[in-house]
């Protein structure tokens, strides 16, 4: 069955950077979007960045663009998201998940959460 495997998150303080890593495995079948998403206790999931297998067209929430950037590596079948500029808003559960097939523009996916399989993710906490 497909997997998503999460790591790298952590405490970090006010300002600081961090790096997620994502490893997707048994995926024989292909995927056509991958992408993030963070829970904070008491807020709903949003979807933090997501990008395009195919073409590499990404989505970032208003709240973390210029300072988040989502990246591919095809052949490690990795995805990464770099958390640069970081803000205690910021903490939160991080998922990854993917989708197996076509629903709708990278955009209306990331929004809507439209993804089929998930991690179970990595916390970030951002604090001094």
């Known amino acids: 069955q497909p997997q998503l495997v999460e790591s790298g998150g952590g405490l970090v303080q006010p300002g600081g950077s961090l790096r997620l890593s994502c490893a997707a495995s048994?995926?024989?079948?292909?995927?056509?979007?991958i992408g993030w998403f963070r829970q904070a206790p008491g807020k709903e999931r949003e979807g933090v960045s997501c990008?395009?297998?195919?073409?590499?067209?990404?989505y970032y929430a208003d709240s973390v663009k210029g300072r988040f950037t989502i990246s591919r590596d095809n052949a490690k079948n990795t995805v990464y998201l770099q958390m640069n500029s970081l803000k205690p808003g910021d903490t939160a559960l991080y998922y990854c998940?993917?989708?197996?097939?076509?629903?709708?523009?990278?955009?209306?996916?990331?929004?809507?959460?439209?993804?089929?399989?998930w991690g179970k993710g990595t916390q970030v906490t951002v604090s001094s």
């Open positions: 998940a993917a989708a197996g097939r076509i629903r709708a523009t990278i955009r209306a996916m990331c929004v809507g959460g439209k993804y089929d399989y």
């Open positions: 048994g995926f024989t079948s292909g995927f056509y979007a």
């Open positions: 990008i395009s297998s195919s073409d590499g067209s990404t």
